[in-house]
């Protein structure tokens, strides 16, 4: 069965303090593996999609990585307005995402 | 460019009453999902659209759920009767290809269902 999961569930860092997400997923046919950003009340927001193991991809402060077993998000010197729920899911070539549960991060000032 | 549009934002409604959501995707996206997140659980598929034919309806709890998209555009998820297990918040998505590189699924702020 296909199976994602995310750790920590939540994290607190210092504005500053560089840290990474885990994301493992056990899915057969993944055609990619995407990262969203929600804040509280609002809808996913896209960050990446990765498609094949060693592939990374960088946005501002965040790095994403991809093996064949795990996704990791790194967050360099993070800043207080990075606080918020990450969201890892798998793609499967139906169109149908499998979501994890999410890492609530708190970056504090 | 307008991103994926859902109504209402939030709703309270009664156990036994029937409750309407309706999407509108990104222009020129043929791919319409929806997905459910209930409290304190992962957000969940409900089904897909391609176009205006359902292309994977697997993810739908029950037949009180029904969904349509009508002329391949804006869709429609009504919940008739609502349950007290049906509270949580419904999020559309949009794509403009299905599977493989290059697809970005965008999804919308969600529909926040409250059933009493």
């Known amino acids: 069965e296909d199976q994602v999961t995310q750790s920590p569930e939540a994290l607190r860092l210092q504005e500053g303090e560089s840290s990474s997400l885990n994301c493992s997923y056990t899915v057969s046919g993944l055609r990619g593996l995407f990262w969203y950003r929600q804040d509280p009340g609002k809808g996913p927001e896209f960050l990446f999609t990765?498609?094949?193991a060693g592939e990374e991809k960088e946005k501002e402060r965040l790095k994403a990585t991809l093996t064949k077993k795990e996704s990791f998000l790194h967050i360099t010197a993070p800043k207080p307005e990075d606080s918020a729920t990450y969201l890892c899911?798998?793609?499967?070539?139906?169109?149908?995402?499998?979501f994890g549960q999410g890492t609530t991060l708190q970056v504090k000032p | 460019e307008a991103g994926v549009t859902q109504f209402p934002s939030h709703s309270v409604i009664e156990k036994g009453q029937t409750v309407t959501l309706r999407c509108d995707p990104i222009s020129g996206h043929d791919n319409l999902y929806w997905y459910r997140r209930v409290m304190g659980k992962e957000i969940k598929f409900l089904l897909h659209?391609?176009?205006?034919?359902?292309?994977?309806e697997s993810g739908m709890p029950n037949n009180r759920f029904l969904a349509e998209r009508t002329g391949g555009t804006y869709s429609t998820l009504k919940v008739q009767p609502a349950e007290l297990e049906d509270s949580g918040v419904y999020f559309c998505?949009?794509?403009?290809?299905?599977?493989?590189?290059?697809?970005?699924?965008?999804f919308g702020e969600g529909s926040w269902l409250t059933v009493v």
């Open positions: 899911a798998v793609h499967r070539n139906t169109g149908k995402l499998i």
């Open positions: 998505a949009s794509s403009q290809v299905t599977g493989g590189s290059g697809n970005t699924i965008y």
């Open positions: 990765l498609y094949s």
């Open positions: 659209f391609v176009k205006e034919s359902k292309q994977d």
